[in-house]
């Protein structure tokens, strides 16, 4: 399963006149970082950055000067994001600023059925909050003390430890080695292969003879059809 944990940083809050103007993401493979990652700081074509956000951010114009447009990113991002599902904290809004940015540019909007919201995940589970990224970083106990400004690929780092934590934690990611077989009706289902590695010399039978000639004299009590005579008799 490949999953790709992304944040924007904006110009604004409203998506319709506000541009994206950081994107950034990490690739998971079976809840595991591959160490493939994205990041663009994008010029936003001379929309001005309001105080607010980059107060949030500290992103200024000057930093963007140069840098290139979401149209010179965005074949990058489609190949990047291609078959995985997208996960975001409060991904209303990361979706809706790159639904606009992909509608300016004739693309289709994103399917809402690859996303995934990590702030509704948090809800349900933690419904008494807080649930900003940097309240679950610390319940979670994951170090976000780089995290001074937000930032588009550090809080994509920071969200993916919390997204494996939110989906039951590190065991979650404990992958063991698997085949897909065909079941009954069409449908695939997974069949786990353990390997259990052999000991060079088994280990000494714990239960003496005086102890299993008591059990069996037990068992001899119980009648005929007793299953632990089928257990004593192997």
């Not at 604004?12 to 541009?19: A, F, I, M, N, P």
């Not at 992909?102 to 994103?110: D, S, T």
């Not at 690859?114 to 349900?124: G, H």
């Not at 937000?150 to 063991?176: C, M, N, P, R, T």
């Amino acid at each position: 399963m490949r999953e790709i944990i992304f944040d924007t940083e904006t110009t604004g809050l409203d998506s319709r006149d506000d541009r994206v103007i950081e994107l950034g993401g990490i690739e998971l493979v079976n809840r595991f970082p591959t160490g493939k990652t994205f990041h663009h700081y994008i010029n936003p074509q001379g929309r001005a950055i309001h105080a607010e956000a980059q107060a949030v951010h500290g992103i200024s114009a000057a930093d963007l000067a140069g840098k290139p447009t979401f149209a010179e990113i965005v074949q990058e991002w489609l190949a990047f994001t291609d078959g995985a599902k997208l996960v975001a904290h409060n991904a209303t809004f990361d979706i809706g600023f790159l639904n606009v940015e992909f509608g300016r540019l004739g693309h289709p909007v994103i399917d809402n059925g690859l996303v995934v919201d990590t702030l509704a995940l948090a809800r349900r589970k933690h419904p008494m909050g807080p649930n900003s990224l940097d309240a679950l970083c610390r319940r979670y106990g994951i170090d976000n003390t780089r995290r001074t400004k937000h930032g588009a690929l550090l809080d994509s780092e920071l969200l993916a430890e919390v997204y494996i934590e939110l989906i039951g934690g590190k065991q979650a990611a404990l992958i063991l080695d698997s085949a897909t077989a065909p079941a009954q009706g069409g449908e695939n289902v997974r069949q786990i292969e353990i390997v259990v590695s052999q000991r060079p010399s088994p280990l000494r039978p714990r239960l003496t003879e005086a102890e299993r000639d008591a059990h069996a004299g037990m068992v001899g009590t119980l009648g005929e059809k007793a299953l632990w005579l089928k257990v004593v008799g192997n």
